[in-house]
């Protein structure tokens, strides 16, 4: 079993800054991939970003490009979201998902954590 913990999330003025931290603890050594997803109210929970925990490019959707880093410390088991220039859209429930090997869906997730940007 895989325990993911978020932090980090909050309130914060449109433009802001957030970072939010995925703590991952258990049988990490099985996780071969680690997500943000969200999800606004009465929207679909979408993928924001993944990286793979032995590096390659990171993935993010189209409308975080430019504006959110995602990034792991391995040796921490730590993976963050690093998000910029946030606008009232990005208002979701973050959640920090882990995919084990050999699997196609994420398997594991966290308890989430709100993000607000104010207009």
């Known amino acids: 079993q895989v325990q993911l913990v978020e932090s980090g999330g909050g309130l914060v003025q449109a433009g802001g800054s957030l970072r939010l931290s995925c703590a991952a603890s258990g049988r990490t050594f099985s996780i071969y991939n680690m997500g943000w997803f969200r999800q606004a109210p009465g929207k679909e929970r979408e993928l924001v970003a993944r990286?793979?925990?032995?590096?390659?490019?990171?993935y993010y959707t189209d409308s975080v490009k430019g504006r959110f880093t995602i990034s792991r410390d391995n040796a921490r088991n730590m993976v963050y979201l690093q998000m910029t220039s946030l606008k009232p859209e990005d208002t979701a429930v973050y959640y920090c998902?882990?995919?084990?090997?050999?699997?196609?869906?994420?398997?594991?997730w966290g308890q989430g954590t709100q993000v607000i940007v104010s207009s």
């Open positions: 998902a882990a995919r084990t090997k050999g699997l196609i869906e994420y398997d594991y």
């Open positions: 990286v793979t925990v032995s590096g390659g490019t990171p």
